[in-house]
């Protein structure tokens, strides 16, 4: 079965630092990758996928992911905190036959300070 | 058009109310797909519907009734709730029908549930 490690619940960084936010996931065949954001009362929004291919994926406002078979990592990094990034992140990976189609880590908060 | 849209908003509902949510999507997707978010919460999945049959329930009370009129629309049928089902709740679609794919799931703005 799918699953997705999300490592911290809440991250924490200062406007114009780096963002990284950690995800693991463990599958039994290749895996299909997806990044979610999630702003207050609001629904979830895709922010980039992985299927196939090139392993560095760059998604929307700025984000990108690379995904590293060794590691069975999904990171997902932006060089530049806004405000406006402050959300709830999920990391999800794609389930087979008989699982849930999407299975989501727990999520990490980000919080962008001035 | 990549929008998937919820009615109401908002809804408070009795423990003996009968409520229902709508979903409405006009992007051609085959797939639509109910879920249900606690507070903190990943969304956990409750429905999918494929080619407007459900292909998977995971083991949602009975209280829940999905039903898909049409491959555009799918309601959520409340009844008998209790407190704990208070809930933002989500729908989402996505292209093909086929359920284990690369396909992207899109999802609505939720529906924030009170059950009192």
């Known amino acids: 079965a799918q699953s997705v490690t999300q490592l911290g619940s809440h991250v924490s960084v200062s406007e114009g630092a780096l963002v990284l936010l950690r995800c693991n996931y463990s599958s039994s065949v290749p895996p299909y990758l997806f990044w979610y954001v999630q702003y207050p009362n609001q629904g979830l929004q895709l922010l980039l996928k992985y299927t196939t291919g090139a392993t560095l994926v760059k998604g929307i406002n700025g984000f990108e992911a690379e995904f590293k078979k060794s590691e069975t990592s999904f990171h997902l990094t932006k060089p530049s905190a806004h405000m406006s990034d402050a959300a709830e992140y999920f990391c999800a990976v794609s389930g087979n036959s008989g699982n849930t189609p999407l299975v989501f880590g727990k999520g990490t908060r980000l919080s962008v300070i001035a | 058009d990549t929008e998937v849209t919820q009615t109401p908003k908002h809804l408070v509902m009795g423990m003996t109310n009968k409520k229902s949510l709508k979903c409405e999507q006009h992007m051609g997707h085959r797939a639509m797909y109910w879920y249900k978010q606690k507070a903190k919460k990943p969304p956990e999945l409750m429905f999918v519907y494929s080619y407007e049959k459900l292909s998977i329930n995971e083991s949602v009370p009975s209280r829940f009734s999905p039903e898909c009129p049409n491959s555009s629309l799918l309601n959520l049928h409340l009844h008998a709730l209790q407190p704990e089902d208070s809930a933002l709740y989500l729908c989402?679609?996505?292209?093909?029908?086929?359920?284990?794919?690369?396909?992207?799931?899109?999802f609505g703005p939720g529906t924030r549930l009170t059950v009192l």
């Open positions: 989402a679609s996505s292209h093909s029908g086929l359920i284990y794919s690369t396909d992207t799931q899109y």
